[in-house]
Nanobody, 123 residues
Framework: QVQLVESGGGLVQAGGSLRLSCAAS????????MGWFRQAPGKDREFVAA????????RYADSVKGRFTISRDNAKNTVSLQLTSLKPEDTAVYYC????????????????WGQGTQVTVSS
């Protein structure tokens, strides 16, 4: 199991930027793909971005492609999400997630979640 704590959310105007961070504890962090998801009020949680355990492979939702960038630092056990060109529809609670299985390259199966950090984009 991996324990996750997100930070970096806040209130920003449309067109602005934020950087979310996720600190992970657990010996297997370096062997797990990591992801970011978000949940807006009244909506289901949706996938945002994922990165392989090596950091070489990434995947993004179409809605954020070209605006958000996921990265990781295995030496520091952190994963980050850089949000740029923010839109009001990006408003949501953002969750960090760890892959269910080590060395899983699919970037689709996550089962450990942080508590979330709120991102609010004003128009």
């Amino acid at each position: 199991q991996v324990q996750l704590v997100e930070s970096g959310g806040g209130l920003v105007q449309a067109g602005g930027s934020l950087r979310l961070s996720c600190a992970a504890s657990g010996r297997t962090f370096n062997s797990r793909a990591m992801g970011w998801f978000r949940q807006a009020p009244g909506k289901d949680r949706e996938f945002v971005a994922a990165i392989s355990w090596t950091g070489r492979n990434t995947r993004y939702a179409d809605s954020v492609k070209g605006r958000f960038t996921i990265s990781r630092d295995n030496a520091k056990n952190t994963v980050s999400l850089q949000l740029t060109s923010l839109k009001p529809e990006d408003t949501a609670v953002y969750y960090c997630a760890a892959a269910r299985n080590v060395f899983d390259s699919r970037l689709t199966d996550f089962d450990s979640w942080g508590q979330g950090t709120q991102v609010t984009v004003s128009s």
